[in-house]
C-alpha cells in the first residue's frame, strides 16, 4: 500500500493507540484490573506457593493475547488462553505453523502466485495455508461477535461493564465508513479489493465502503502484532531481570512507591473488586522501570529484522546517509539490531546496562532516544507502541511488586534469526518467590 492511502487509513485509529487515549481509558483499566486479579495474578500466586517453575514464554503469550484481545473486541468476546490450556495450545500451534511462511505472500509477485496456481503448485507451503486458514476462521467468528454485540447495542442498559466496548473495531469500522463516505477510494491499496456479497456496509457511487474481509484483516493484524512482539519483549526482560537480583531489587522498591501499590494476595477479607490499579501515568513515568524497559527493548528487540523500504523515483535519484544517486524502485531497509549495537551511541552495546537511559547527559540522550527504533519510526511507525509500552509495565510491575524471579532454565535462550525474533528453545523456565 503507498504512502497515502496507508496513511489515511491509520488515521482512522490512530487516536485509540495514542498515549493520552491509553493513559485515559477506562474500558483498560477495568480490562487490566480483571485480567490481573481474575487471572494472571492467581496463577502465578498458585506457582509461587507450590514452588512450581514456569514457563513464562507460554505464560507471557497467553497475556498478551488476551490482553491485546480484550481491547480490540472487548472482554466477553476477547480469549482467555491464559486458563483455557487447551485452546492455548492450539491456537499458539497454529501461529507457530505460520512462522518463516510469511515471506511468501511479501516478496513474491502476485501474478506468480496467480501463475502458479493456473499450473496448480501453490507457493504458500500446505501447512502454512492450513495454518492460515485456521486462525482466519477464529479471528472471523470473534469479529462476528463483535458485530453483533455492536448491532444490539441501542438495546444494552448504560451500565454495561466498560471493558466489554471494542474499543478498536469500534473505531476502524466507523471511522473507515466516514473515510469513505467521502472519499469512496480513500485508504485502498494499488489492487482492487477483493469483494463479496456478503457486506455489512453500504454502497456509494458503485464501490462497497468496505468488505468483511478488509476489515477482519486489519484486525487480526492488530492482533497478531499485539501480541506475538510484546510476548518476546516481556520474555527477554524477565530473563535480563532474573539473571540479575539486584535489578530486581531496585525495581521492586520503586514499585512500592506507587499508591495504591500492586500487592497480591490481598488482605483478608479484600475482595478482587476492592483491588485498584495505579494511575496509568504514575505507572509510565517510572525512571527505573522505564529505564528497563528501553534497555530490553534496545538489547532485545522484537522486531530487529530489516524493515524495507522502495526508493522513490526522482531525477538524480535518492540520497541516502553516505549513498548518493540510488535509482528509483530499489529496495532499501534499516534494521533495528544494527542500529542499536550503534558503539558510538550505545557503548558496551552488547551489555544490559538500564542506568544508561538515565545517567546518560542531555544531548546523548537525545542521540539514544533517536537511534532507538524498536517501533520503527515515520509514518511506518508501529501504531501500537504506546499500547504495548503500557501492557509491558504493567505485567512488568505487577509481577516484581510481588515476587522474585529465578531461572530454572533458560536453554535455548538465544534468538532466532529472522526480521521477528524469540527464543529457539520456544521456552524460559523461571521460579516465583514471594517477597
Known amino acids: 500500500m503507498h504512502s497515502n492511502p496507508h496513511s489515511q487509513k491509520k488515521r482512522t485509529i490512530a487516536h485509540v493507540y495514542s498515549k493520552s487515549y491509553i493513559h485515559a481509558s477506562e474500558q483498560l483499566k477495568c480490562n487490566s484490573t480483571y485480567l490481573l486479579t481474575e487471572r494472571i495474578l492467581p496463577l502465578l500466586q498458585s506457582f509461587s506457593n507450590s514452588g512450581e517453575a514456569v514457563d513464562v514464554f507460554d505464560m507471557n503469550k497467553a497475556f498478551t493475547m488476551d490482553f491485546s484481545s480484550a481491547y480490540l473486541f472487548g472482554l466477553n468476546r476477547s480469549t482467555n488462553i491464559i486458563q483455557d490450556d487447551q485452546m492455548r495450545r492450539e491456537l499458539m500451534h497454529n501461529y507457530h505453523m505460520r512462522h518463516g511462511g510469511e515471506w511468501h505472500k511479501t516478496e513474491i509477485p502476485l501474478w506468480v ?186 538489547l532485545h528487540a522484537p522486531i530487529p529484522g530489516h524493515e524495507p523500504r522502495v526508493s522513490p523515483y526522482i531525477v538524480g535519484g535518492s540520497t541516502l546517509g553516505q549513498f548518493s544517486g540510488i535509482p528509483g524502485g530499489i529496495i532499501v531497509s534499516a534494521m533495528a539490531h544494527t542500529l542499536h549495537r550503534n558503539e558510538n551511541v550505545f557503548p558496551e552495546s552488547d551489555t544490559f546496562n538500564p542506568d544508561r537511559w538515565l545517567t546518560s547527559a542531555e544531548e546523548h540522550l537525545k542521540e539514544m532516544n533517536r537511534w532507538f527504533w524498536a517501533f520503527g519510526s515515520g509514518g511506518r511507525m508501529c501504531i501500537g507502541s504506546h499500547f504495548a509500552v503500557q501492557e509491558i509495565k504493567l505485567f512488568t510491575a505487577a509481577i516484581y511488586s510481588n515476587w522474585r524471579t529465578e531461572i530454572m532454565n533458560d536453554e535455548g535462550i538465544e534468538k532466532v534469526d529472522g526480521h521477528a525474533t524469540k527464543p529457539r528453545g520456544n521456552q524460559l523456565i523461571l521460579r516465583f518467590t514471594h517477597r
Open 113 to 298: 502466485h496467480r501463475w502458479m496456481e493456473t499450473l496448480h503448485v501453490p507457493i504458500i507451503p500446505g501447512h502454512v495455508a492450513t495454518a492460515n486458514l485456521w486462525l482466519e476462521t477464529w479471528t472471523t467468528k470473534m469479529c462476528e461477535s463483535t458485530d453483533e454485540y455492536l448491532n444490539q447495542s441501542s438495546n444494552r442498559p448504560h451500565s454495561d461493564y466498560p471493558g466489554n466496548d471494542p474499543i478498536v473495531y469500534r473505531h476502524f469500522k466507523k471511522g473507515i465508513a466516514e473515510l469513505r463516505t467521502k472519499d469512496p477510494e480513500a485508504g485502498r491499496g494499488i489492487l482492487p479489493n477483493i469483494l463479496d456479497s456478503d457486506l455489512f456496509l453500504k454502497k456509494k457511487n458503485g464501490l462497497e465502503l468496505m468488505s468483511k474481509y478488509e476489515l477482519y484483516s486489519e484486525l487480526f493484524d492488530h492482533l497478531e502484532a499485539g501480541h506475538a512482539t510484546s510476548t518476546t519483549s516481556l520474555t527477554y526482560l524477565f530473563w535480563e531481570m532474573s539473571r540479575n537480583p539486584l535489578i530486581q531489587d531496585r525495581i521492586s522498591a520503586e514499585l512500592l512507591q506507587l499508591t495504591p501499590q500492586l500487592i497480591w494476595p490481598l488482605p483478608s477479607g479484600k475482595l478482587p473488586q476492592d483491588f485498584e490499579l495505579p494511575d496509568a501515568k504514575r505507572i509510565d513515568s517510572l525512571p527505573y522501570l522505564n529505564a528497563v524497559v528501553m534497555e530490553t527493548l534496545r
